[in-house]
T-cell receptor, first 113, second 117 residues
Framework: AQKITQTQPGMFVQEKEAVTLDCTYD???????LFWYKQPSSGEMIFLIY??????QNATEGRYSLNFQKARKSANLVISASQLGDSAMYFC??????????FGTGTRLQVFP | KAGVTQTPRYLIKTRGQQVTLSCSPI?????VSWYQQTPGQGLQFLFE???????NKGNFPGRFSGRQFSNSRSEMNVSTLELGDSALYLC????????????????FGAGTRLSVL
């Protein structure tokens, strides 16, 4: 069975600082994708970054980067230069052979001035 | 390019009623998935449609059903509503020509917030 674990229910970071949100996963699939989504209080799930299991390089999208360590089955999200607008829930998710997204429980990030 | 559109944004129903939620995917996307989000259970997969066929189904009772039309728009129906069906229902679309969701990014709509009284 596939599983995503996010162990940080909440995180605080000061504006302009970097923050790492943890995500570990469990799967027996050889081919899978890892995703990070941001959910503001409005409810919309916003796609941030994707990492394929066969991608050798860590994914980056602007201020977002994904620290992919396949052997440790971790896919941590790094947000550089945090902004007040980054305050939201962040979800790590995975899709494998079952063709559906499995989500973690999320991390609530609060950015303070 | 327009994003995923879900209507309505908010719904209030009473127990026993039925409800239909609508989702218009991103133009060109053929796969539509539905998810339920509750504080207690988190985000759970309901079902996925591709080219008008249900391709995958989550672990929900038969009261939850869906369909997809030839233009890829999708509807989700919940019959005989229960208090526990109160949730944010999210629709997501992806291009998904091959490789499944492991290689295709899902883009979500703003959701429909359903309250069952």
């Amino acid at each position: 069975a596939q599983k995503i674990t996010q162990t940080q229910p909440g995180m605080f970071v000061q504006e302009k600082e970097a923050v790492t949100l943890d995500c570990t996963y469990d799967t027996s699939d050889q081919s899978y994708g890892l995703f990070w989504y941001k959910q503001p209080s409005s409810g919309e799930m916003i796609f941030l970054i994707y990492q394929g299991s066969y991608d050798e390089q860590n994914a980056t999208e602007g201020r977002y980067s994904l620290n992919f360590q396949k052997a440790r089955k971790s896919a941590n999200l790094v947000i550089s230069a945090s902004q007040l607008g980054d305050s939201a829930m962040y979800f790590c998710a995975m899709a494998g052979n079952t063709d559906k997204l499995i989500f973690g429980t999320g991390t609530r990030l609060q950015v303070f001035p | 390019k327009a994003g995923v559109t879900q209507t309505p944004r908010y719904l209030i129903k009473t127990r026993g009623q039925q409800v239909t939620l609508s989702c218009s995917p991103i133009s060109g996307h053929r796969s539509v998935s539905w998810y339920q989000q509750t504080p207690g259970q988190g985000l759970q997969f309901l079902f996925e449609y591709f080219s008008e066929t249900q391709r995958n189904k989550g672990n929900f009772p038969g009261r939850f059903s869906g369909r997809q039309f030839s233009n890829s728009r999708s509807e989700m129906n919940v019959s005989t509503l229960e208090l526990g069906d109160s949730a944010l229902y999210l629709c997501a679309s992806s291009f998904s020509p091959s490789g499944g969701l492991a290689k295709n990014i899902q883009y979500f709509g703003a959701g429909t917030r359903l309250s069952v009284l």
